[in-house]
């Protein structure tokens, strides 16, 4: 389908539909006695019964199953800030996916502020109707501190999708890629390029997995020690990362390089610089629509595997891989805090969906259609939680 035929086909869609989602009940209202029980008299009852033992809503309510999808449109992914309003059909999308795919109820709250502090008192005011929250598109470097204070100041889970969904789902991939070219995490150098909220996601949840040779690059240069120009999350990074202390920018650190991760822009990794990699190289172009390097390219460079953020390419890394089946495990573990173990199980999770048999340069990561893929994850996720819990017995 042509572009400009996809495009109005979508705004009919969504036009005929007027949106994506709808409140519908659980329960029939068609009789007296029915309202009796969903409604007054009998829902003093369920109130009274939460009032005494709070914890009760989680079985009582919607609340049990129940995510919030907070944003602010400041960071929508290939629009950029286009406010709360225009990021809503995004967060429709996002509803509809939990469902679909995990079973989770999700609800899109888009917030009309960039106030740090007013979308954390927000989040906070409303979080007794939820399990989780799952932030979407809200800019670095703010989004470092709304989802770290609210983790500090709420009971619920709260996970940055556009981090630590992106970061799970290149981990799983990697685990599988680097069974195809014989290699190991401990022995592999690795470039992230992009060093905002995705690339600083992906360095942490990769050197937590074992990685120890990972380099962050930005368009202003390498994140190293004492660059000038970095926020503070990039300058924790630096204390962890390019250990060699390479300078300058990404020709100088993708030379003898493994694995090259793209969360940045368009063609900004060449061919030639693919070559400077090292042997069977490792290429996640993950920059959407149009990738870091177009894959054809990258193959024809000596490129092993290659994956980018496209459905119409082989290796799609997507975000829709991780994040349902994540919250599903944590808010049937009913944890507060959705940790790297967890997420380190999600990814582990995640790749032994395709099957020794099955993998091959072309198949790393399961399509993101795949609905056993969340259930995979839920299940990984539980069991990692399990065998925490048995360990502090």
């Known amino acids: 389908m042509m572009r400009e035929d996809l495009s109005k086909e979508t705004l009919n869609l969504h036009r005929a539909f007027r ?71 995004v967060m429709e999308g996002k509803s509809m996916l939990f469902k679909k795919f995990a079973g989770v109820d999700a609800f899109p709250l888009c917030l009309d502020t960039q106030n740090t502090e007013e979308i954390i008192s927000i989040i906070k005011a409303l979080a007794s109707t939820f399990s989780g929250v799952n932030l979407e598109d809200i800019s670095a470097p703010r989004c470092f501190e709304i989802e770290e204070r609210l983790k500090q100041e709420l ?17 799983a991939a990697l685990l599988n890629s680097l069974k195809i070219v014989n290699k190991s995490i401990q022995h592999t150098k690795v470039v992230v390029n992009g060093a905002g909220a995705a690339g600083i996601a992906i360095a942490d949840l990769l050197l937590y997995a074992g990685f120890t040779d990972v380099t962050l690059v930005s368009l202003e240069g390498v994140v190293e020690k004492g660059a000038s120009w970095m926020n503070s999350r990039q300058a924790s990074m630096a204390e962890r990362t390019n250990l060699k202390g390479v300078h300058g920018g990404l020709n100088e650190v993708i030379v003898g390089a493994d694995i090259f991760i793209g969360v940045s822009a368009p063609d900004v990794l060449s061919k030639e610089q693919v070559q400077k990699m090292n042997r069977d190289p490792i290429i996640f172009a993950m920059a959407n629509p149009i990738p870091e390097i177009d894959p054809s390219e990258a193959l024809e460079a000596g490129a092993a595997v290659v994956g980018t953020g496209r459905s119409d390419y082989p290796n799609q890394i997507n975000n829709l891989l991780a994040f349902p089946g994540i919250f599903k495990g944590a808010i049937d573990k009913k944890v507060r805090d959705i940790t790297m173990d967890m997420k380190v199980a999600a990814a582990e999770g995640i790749s032994r969906v395709v099957t020794d048999e099955e993998l091959r340069p072309e198949y790393v990561i399961p399509s993101a259609l795949n609905k056993t893929v969340a259930l995979t994850v839920a299940e990984a996720v539980e069991q990692m939680v399990s065998e925490k819990e048995e360990c502090l017995v």
């Open 19 to 89: 949106g994506k989602i709808e409140i519908a009940s659980k329960m029939p209202v068609d009789t007296e006695e029915d309202l009796s029980l969903v409604y007054t008299p009998g829902v003093a009852d369920i109130c009274r019964a939460i009032a005494d033992e709070p914890e009760q809503a989680d079985e009582l309510t919607s609340k049990g199953n129940m995510v919030a999808i907070v944003t602010d449109g400041t960071a929508v992914l290939g629009l950029g800030d286009i406010g709360p309003k225009a990021a809503l059909p």
């Open 155 to 171: 009971d619920i889970p709260v996970f940055h999708d556009d981090q630590h969904g992106t970061a799970i789902v290149v981990l």
